[in-house]
């Protein structure tokens, strides 16, 4: 079929807050291939479970193909579920890169009623109120240091496993109404 490159769009949880823009990272096996985007390029360094992207990648590149990932990484505490300001930032990414023109309206739409939704699940928790400012205060750290996504550790991974354990559930369940991460 003649291809010769892969670029993937996926995200990834970490120590991001919803309330600011979605960090993003590339990889890649061709730094040609991110050349346009003006974007941190990262060796990944990850040894662990993969997701559908990451593995495809792999075969590809072992294939011989020149594969680039762009990922936005999205705040943990919000689980793996779509997160579509990640995906506006990503489609703006791209758009910007290769010069295209997008209407991203709905997209924009869809995330105000998502944040919206995060807004009122932070609300109800001051514990999730503690992450979110920590997590706000590193970003910007962050962004005046060196403009690379957060790197600080997360809080005590027993509190915040417990805490996003007890979120899903709820979510399976339907039952917002009783998370609470204090």
Request: hydrophobic fraction near 35%; aromatic fraction near 6%; proline fraction near 8%.
């Amino acid at each position: 079929m003649g291809v010769h490159d892969l670029l993937s769009l996926s995200t990834f949880p970490g120590a991001s807050p919803h309330t600011r823009q979605t960090p993003l990272w590339m990889t890649t096996t061709d730094p040609a291939l991110t050349e346009p985007f003006d974007v941190e390029v990262i060796e990944p360094r990850y040894q662990g479970p993969i997701g559908f992207s990451g593995a495809l990648n792999a075969l590809l590149r072992d294939s011989g193909l020149a594969t680039a990932s762009l990922i936005g990484i999205t705040p943990f505490y919000l689980g793996v579920d779509a997160n579509p300001p990640a995906g506006i930032t990503l489609l703006e990414t791209l758009a910007r890169a290769w010069k295209l023109e997008l209407d991203l309206s709905d997209a924009q739409r869809e995330a105000e009623t998502f944040l919206s939704g995060v807004v009122n699940l932070v609300e109800r928790s001051e514990r999730l109120q503690e992450v979110v400012a920590g997590l706000e205060t590193q970003y910007d750290k962050n962004r005046t240091e060196s403009q690379l996504p957060p790197t600080s550790p997360l809080p005590p991974s027993g509190e915040l496993l417990a805490d996003v354990e007890q979120f899903l559930r709820n979510q399976q369940t339907g039952d917002d109404s009783t998370t609470d991460f204090n």
